[in-house]
């Protein structure tokens, strides 16, 4: 009996181990052709800088419309493409687009896009970066790059040479999804980034005593390093009154908007103008 038992929960082992497979490889033919059959949008989230009351800029976040899966999350789809040799393209991609649709917004607006470490293997990337600026007119200093802490893990003697080159001409350098990585601060201090932003898993529970605590520290060695801290995953208004009683200045979150399509932009900016509208008239009815 244990022996029959034995084998058939090998044979339910075997096929679930197949069909993950099967998945895993149907996903990454139809990513191999996403970009040529157009299924890559980007998204805009807006981040919000508090003193001001008005949105500094966008971040770009890809979006894959699947035909068949509906919209599959950058979560899924980016550890793909950087696995299977992808993310150079798409990277590229990302930035053509999103500058170039950047060049049209009004004002001084801020774009921001996530850059893989993977990229940074790339010898183009600067040369990529800078040619994406010049065919969309994008100024650099409207140009934000986020970059996270697992870059470090490579050459870091590159990746400072590369961050140095992006900065010098203008480019805002951020570290994204400060303190989920892998903490060695010691490039902190070899590298001056313009902005840290703190993650949002510290953002997201701030009541729970040890979060708070990091939040804290995180901001008081933004300030020591003179490197402003941007809050992410901000989804209450509660939230945004302790991070601003904090010091932190600028947000980014649900409260304010979620990631959506280009097109949507001038609604956001206008709901972000009534949000602080009608914050200013609670504060008022408050005094
Ligand atoms: P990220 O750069 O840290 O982007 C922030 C993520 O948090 C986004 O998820 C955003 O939708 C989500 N978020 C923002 N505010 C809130 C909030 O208030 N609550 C919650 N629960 N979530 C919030 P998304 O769009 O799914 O992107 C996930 C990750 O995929 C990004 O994390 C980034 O690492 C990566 N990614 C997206 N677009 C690109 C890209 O063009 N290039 C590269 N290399 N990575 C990208
Ligand atoms: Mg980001
Ligand atoms: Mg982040
Ligand atoms: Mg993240």
Same mark, same amino acid.
């Given at each position: 009996?244990?022996k ?6 090998? &044979? ?6 197949r ?5 895993? &490889? ?29 949105? *500094? $800029? @966008?971040?770009?976040?890809l ?6 899966? $509906? ?5 899924? @789809? ?5 696995? !299977?040799?992808?993310?150079?393209q ?5 930035l053509?687009t999103?500058?170039a649709?950047?060049?049209?917004? =009004?004002g001084d ?6 850059l893989?470490?993977?990229q @940074?293997? *790339? ?5 990529d970066?800078?040619q994406?600026?010049?065919?969309? $007119?994008?100024?650099? &200093? ?11 893990l490579?050459d870091g003697d590159?990746?400072?040479?590369i961050l140095?080159d992006?900065?010098?001409? %203008?480019?805002i350098?951020?570290?994204? +999804? ?7 601060l %010691?490039?902190?201090?070899?590298f001056?980034f +313009?902005?840290?932003?703190i993650?949002?898993s510290?953002?997201?529970?701030m009541?729970?005593p ?15 390093l003179?490197? =402003?801290v941007?809050a ?10 302790m ?10 979150g @649900?409260?304010f908007s979620? =990631?959506? =399509?280009?097109? +949507?932009?001038p &609604? !956001? ?13 609670a504060a008022?009815?408050?005094?």
């Amino acid at each position: 009996r244990a022996k029959a038992e034995g084998r058939s929960g090998y &044979r339910i082992f075997e096929p679930s181990m197949r069909e993950a497979l099967n998945e895993r &490889r149907e996903l990454e033919r139809d990513l191999r052709l996403a970009l040529e059959n157009d299924e890559l949008e980007i998204f805009y989230q807006p981040f919000v800088h508090a003193d001001r009351q008005a949105v *500094s $800029g @966008f971040e770009a976040l890809l979006r894959w419309r699947h035909p068949r899966r $509906g919209l599959v999350s950058p979560g899924v @789809f980016i550890p793909l493409a950087e696995e !299977i040799g992808l993310i150079e393209q798409i990277g590229v991609w990302a930035l053509r687009t999103a500058s170039a649709q950047a060049a049209n917004w =009004p004002g001084d607006l801020i774009l921001s896009v996530n850059l893989s470490p993977v990229q @940074f293997r *790339s010898r183009t990337l600067v040369a990529d970066v800078r040619q994406a600026l010049a065919r969309s $007119g994008l100024s650099p &200093r409207r140009l934000q790059l986020e970059v996270t802490e697992s870059l470090f893990l490579d050459d870091g003697d590159n990746t400072l040479a590369i961050l140095t080159d992006l900065r010098s001409d %203008g480019m805002i350098i951020s570290m994204d +999804d400060f303190g989920t990585g892998y903490s060695s601060l %010691g490039y902190l201090s070899r590298f001056p980034f +313009d902005k840290i932003k703190i993650d949002q898993s510290f953002v997201r529970d701030m009541t729970l005593p040890e979060n708070m605590a990091i939040v804290r520290a995180v901001i008081g060695l933004g300030r020591a390093l003179k490197m =402003p801290v941007i809050a992410e995953g901000i989804e209450t208004v509660e939230q945004l009154r302790m991070l601003r009683a904090e010091g932190c200045r600028e947000m980014q979150g @649900f409260l304010f908007s979620r =990631p959506r =399509p280009a097109g +949507d932009l001038p &609604r !956001i900016l206008a709901e972000v103008q009534a949000f602080w509208a009608s914050e200013r008239e609670a504060a008022h009815s408050v005094a």
